[in-house]
């Protein structure tokens, strides 16, 4: 396909502005994607804020957005089982596919990643177009919107979450954070079959989000220390915690909220990269301390649980603005922090 598209790039903190590049071709191996709908993820927003995330620093203009669901426009050579017109979701990390990490399966791990929206990796798709290997592109069922395929992105997160923890059936857990990741941590805990989960945030309407996707408590950490309260339980504590803020403070918290033998994980990504962990209380009750980067293998999954109704992904969604008003959208998104809980762009 010949033409131009437009694309919202970021030139430095709180700077994004329109530009129009050429209409990728796809090459072998590639689909070209029309966007329809583009999650806006929290890493979006610390870019367009700071300008930067921890360590990455972008040397240039870069485009941002890396939650994408489409429809394949064109395919390129050597592709085989997609055609135009398909609905997909896309799985916005490109790994070389050869190293020891990706040979092992565990590709999320890849050094030679090629993820949307990092600085000298790929752009990311606040753009109307895009190509993308098809091997990390995945048909959606009739019943999945691509609004729900954009979304499958931070729901891979709570996916691999839920399985670095083990967790199963009759356990308790803890859910640091009610942002989209806590909230899609929360919903796959609850497909799991766990019902004892309590969610902790300082927004009222992340709570009763929570709650309705699955949560049997949530608590206002202004109003509850959730320290306390876990001392009443069983044991002192729960089985599973699941820190999800990417804050200091819940980090430090997270192993004092466990039961003896019990596990916490770290989901969410500090901005500072030193920061100081209980380890007291970690050691004192055996205490199993995970961290997760990203996700591996679990698309399909993912998209296949959406798709049987047991994940009611599309309900965490508050907010949608055309993609027109993305660079209105992304401010009004890092400005009202406590009014939107996920917000999407539609094309
Ligand atoms: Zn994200
Ligand atoms: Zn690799």
Redesign the pocket.
């Known amino acids: 396909m010949e033409g131009k598209m437009k694309v919202a790039v970021m030139t430095g903190a709180r700077q994004m502005e329109w530009t129009e590049k050429d209409i990728p071709k796809p090459g072998k191996g590639e689909l070209l994607v029309k966007l329809e709908y583009v999650?806006v993820?929290?890493?979006d927003l610390h870019f367009y804020e700071a300008g930067r995330l921890g360590n990455w620093v972008p040397d240039g203009p870069l485009v941002l957005g890396?939650?994408p669901g489409g429809v394949v426009e064109e395919v390129g050579p050597e592709v085989t089982g997609f055609k135009k017109g398909d609905r997909i979701a896309i799985e916005p990390g490109v790994p070389c596919g050869t190293c020891d990490m990706c040979r092992k399966g565990l590709y999320n791990l890849c050094p030679d990643m090629s993820f949307m929206a990092i600085p000298n990796e790929r752009d990311g798709v606040f753009s109307e177009y895009c190509v993308h290997p098809a091997n990390m592109c995945f048909k959606l069922p009739d019943n999945v919107d691509t609004m729900e395929g954009a979304l499958i992105?931070?729901l891979a997160v709570g996916f691999h979450a839920a399985k670095v923890a083990e967790a199963e059936i009759g356990q308790s857990a803890v859910v640091l954070g009610c942002g989209c990741i806590g909230l899609v941590t929360i919903m796959v805990l609850k497909a799991r079959g766990i019902e004892e989960i309590y969610a902790v945030d300082m927004i009222g309407k992340r709570l009763e989000k929570a709650k309705e996707v699955g949560a049997k408590e949530a608590f206002n950490a202004k109003d509850v220390n959730i320290e306390e309260f876990v001392r009443t339980l069983p044991g002192g504590g729960v089985d599973l915690v699941f820190e999800t803020a990417g804050a200091e403070f819940t980090t430090r918290q997270s192993a004092k909220l466990i039961k003896n033998g019990g596990r916490v994980v770290l989901v969410g990504m500090c901005a500072e990269p030193e920061i100081v962990v209980d380890i007291g209380s970690l050691s004192a009750k055996e205490g199993d301390l995970k961290t997760i980067f990203r996700y591996r293998n679990l698309y399909p999954a993912a998209i296949k649980a959406v798709s049987e109704g047991t994940i009611p992904l599309k309900s965490i969604v508050s907010h949608i603005f055309e993609f027109k008003d993305v660079i209105e959208g992304v401010a009004y998104n890092v400005d009202n922090k406590s009014d939107v809980i996920k917000a999407v762009v539609k094309y």
């Open positions: 999650g993820c929290g890493s890396h939650e992105e931070p």
